[in-house]
Nanobody
Framework: QVHLVESGGKLVQAGGSLTLSCAAS????????MGWFRQAPGKEREFVAA????????YYANSMKGRFTISRDNAENTVSLQIDDLKPDDTAVYYC?????????????????WGQGTRLTVSS
């Protein structure tokens, strides 16, 4: 069992930057690819980014390339998502997820564990 807790979501103004964090506990963090998803009000959950378990490669949804950066610290059992040039459309609940294996992609079905989410609101 991997327990995930997201943090860092808050009310921010458009144009700024923010880093969301996800802390993992329970089973070893190593061996799990990690991903970030988000769900905006009234919309389905969508893939944002994923990173391999060694942290050597990252993948982004096409619409997220350029402003989003995923990273992980296996020594600290954390994964982060930096968002630059925040836009009101970034308003959503952001979830981190863990998928056993070296690589995970955009399909949420590939992920084994999910956090409860952290809410980000971007005002214009």
């Amino acid at each position: 069992q991997v327990h995930l807790v997201e943090s860092g979501g808050k009310l921010v103004q458009a144009g700024g930057s923010l880093t969301l964090s996800c802390a993992a506990s329970g089973r070893t963090f190593n061996g799990y690819a990690m991903g970030w998803f988000r769900q905006a009000p009234g919309k389905e959950r969508e893939f944002v980014a994923a990173i391999t378990w060694r942290g050597g490669a990252a993948y982004y949804a096409n619409s997220m390339k350029g402003r989003f950066t995923i990273s992980r610290d296996n020594a600290e059992n954390t994964v982060s998502l930096q968002i630059d040039d925040l836009k009101p459309d970034d308003t959503a609940v952001y979830y981190c997820a863990a998928a056993f294996g070296s690589v995970a992609g955009p399909d949420p079905k590939h992920y084994d564990y999910w956090g409860q989410g952290t809410r980000l609101t971007v005002s214009s």
